[in-house]
T-cell receptor, first 113, second 112 residues
Framework: EPEVTQTPSHQVTQMGQEVILRCVPI?????FYWYRQILGQKVEFLVS????????KSEIFDDQFSVERPDGSNFTLKIRSTKLEDSAMYFC???????????FGSGTRLTVV | GENVEQHPSTLSVQEGDSAVIKCTYS??????FPWYKQELGKRPQLIID?????GEKKDQRIAVTLNKTAKHFSLHITETQPEDSAVYFC???????????FGTGTRLKVLA
């Protein structure tokens, strides 16, 4: 079964540092997403990406966040200057259509200290 | 704004019993409702979904019902097994948007 892969699985960073979270979506999927989940809380939408541009973003996704699809396979989330409250599990997801079930990656646990 | 309420937050059932988790959505334009199962420390996995043009969908021991008038949808798990223990999230989405609004999750414990 095709998978969405994310690296690293766990990242610890100092407050104020930049981090890049990486994802490889399923190869024939066209829609890509980032969500985050603070420990014990619900999954929250950050951003969706289609046709090489952001299609929608939440209020969480402020100027500190950016996404990129640098080549035909990777999809990255960059946080420019991390804050303590950015500590969460970040999930990448992809789907074949806008209203199709997502396939989530296994997540990157980001810890900001 | 858009919101999805989910109840209960925790649910314990005896093995073999049924479990029901309920969600209510606020945006009447929502037309796609997936359910995800998340085991501890793992990724959410899609277990079933329903679109607004049907009222019920079943897949083996799992079923989802949708009441568009009341803006409710529910997950039903029959003959529960210990491996059903996990956190279950409902979500809602609509045409013209690319995001899911997730509920707050239900921690299901199936007691052997």
């Amino acid at each position: 079964e095709p998978e969405v892969t994310q690296t690293p699985s766990h990242q610890v960073t100092q407050m104020g540092q930049e981090v890049i979270l990486r994802c490889v979506p399923i190869s024939n999927h066209l829609y890509f997403y980032w969500y985050r989940q603070i420990l014990g809380q619900k999954v929250e939408f950050l951003v969706s990406f289609y046709n090489n541009e952001i299609s929608e973003k939440s209020e969480i996704f402020d100027d500190q966040f950016s996404v990129e699809r640098p080549d035909g396979s990777n999809f990255t989330l960059k946080i420019r200057s991390t804050k303590l409250e950015d500590s969460a599990m970040y999930f990448c997801a992809s789907s074949g259509g806008a209203l199709y079930g997502y396939t989530f990656g296994s997540g990157t646990r980001l810890t900001v200290v | 704004g858009e919101n999805v309420e989910q109840h209960p937050s925790t649910l314990s059932v005896q093995e073999g019993d049924s479990a029901v988790i309920k969600c209510t959505y606020s945006d009447s334009a929502s037309n796609y409702f997936p359910w995800y199962k998340q085991e501890l420390g793992k990724r959410p996995q899609l277990i079933i979904d329903i679109r607004s043009n049907v009222g019920e969908k079943k897949d083996q021991r799992i079923a989802v019902t949708l009441n568009k008038t009341a803006k409710h949808f529910s997950l039903h798990i029959t003959e529960t097994q210990p491996e059903d223990s996990a956190v279950y999230f409902c979500a809602a989405s609509k045409a013209g948007t690319y995001k899911y609004i997730f509920g707050t999750g239900t921690r299901l414990k199936v007691l052997a």
